[in-house]
T-cell receptor
Framework: NAGVTQTPKFRILKIGQSMTLQCTQDMNHNYMYWYRQDPGMGLKLIYY???????DKGEVPNGYNVSRSTTEDFPLRLELAAPSQTSVYFC??????????FGDGTRLSIL | DAKTTQPNSMESNEEEPVHLPCNHSTISGTDYIHWYRQLPSQGPEYVIHGLTSNVNNRMASLAIAEDRKSSTLILHRATLRDAAVYYC??????????FGAGTRLTVKP
């Protein structure tokens, strides 16, 4: 099993550009999550989804959008990239109450 | 939100036990105590979790105080590969894990 796969691993964006961070899981988990991690800090929840067609905001949703059309995929969209969105983004999945499984992250720099 | 307090950093010698403390004085009765760790340049990795009783698995042991206001993650024999940031998290619903800054564990050979 591949687990949780995130693409791309690295990306540099210019201010105002848009992009989609991809996340896919092959474990048939119903819950999926997006987190961001700033240097020296813990992870903060951006959005989560409890199943296909259902999404909800986490702690820091501003500037991001998500969709969940399938069980496997949970893309994160940045519409107008800002320097404050420079961070490492992690996707995770789970079947509560079991633990979350994380991907290896996408390192995003916005210049 | 129920919060946790952990030391910023700890050091250990290789092959010695490590006790990583966590305080969670505002824990509610339904909160589970989860521990994750994050190795450099990787996503967090689940270590162990518990509710009231002490727990053991192949990676570690979790000792939970009787009043549940604190817990301790125990690595029985630290290895260099255990050097990571360890997060103690209260999971009060399945949708929201609030990570703190964690404890950075350094293992000396």
């Amino acid at each position: 099993n591949a687990g949780v796969t995130q693409t791309p691993k690295f990306r540099i964006l210019k201010i105002g550009q848009s992009m989609t961070l991809q996340c896919t899981q092959d474990m048939n988990h119903n819950y999926m999550y997006w987190y961001r991690q700033d240097p020296g800090m813990g992870l903060k929840l951006i959005y989560y989804s409890v199943g296909a067609g259902i999404t909800d905001k986490g702690e820091v949703p501003n500037g991001y959008n998500v969709s969940r059309s399938t069980t496997e995929d949970f893309p994160l969209r940045l519409e107008l990239a800002a320097p404050s969105q420079t961070s490492v983004y992690f996707c995770a999945s789970s079947v509560p109450p079991r633990p979350q499984h994380f991907g290896d992250g996408t390192r995003l720099s916005i210049l | 939100d129920a919060k946790t307090t952990q030391p910023n950093s700890m050091e250990s010698n290789e092959e010695e036990p490590v006790h990583l403390p966590c305080n969670h004085s505002t824990i509610s009765g339904t909160d589970y105590i989860h521990w994750y760790r994050q190795l450099p340049s990787q996503g967090p990795e689940y270590v162990i979790h518990g509710l009231t009783s002490n727990v053991n698995n192949r990676m570690a042991s979790l000792a939970i105080a009787e009043d549940r206001k604190s817990s301790t993650l125990i690595l029985h024999r630290a290895t260099l590969r255990d050097a990571a940031v360890y997060y103690c998290i209260l999971v009060y619903n399945n949708n929201d894990m609030r990570f703190g800054a964690g404890t950075r564990l350094t293992v000396k050979p």
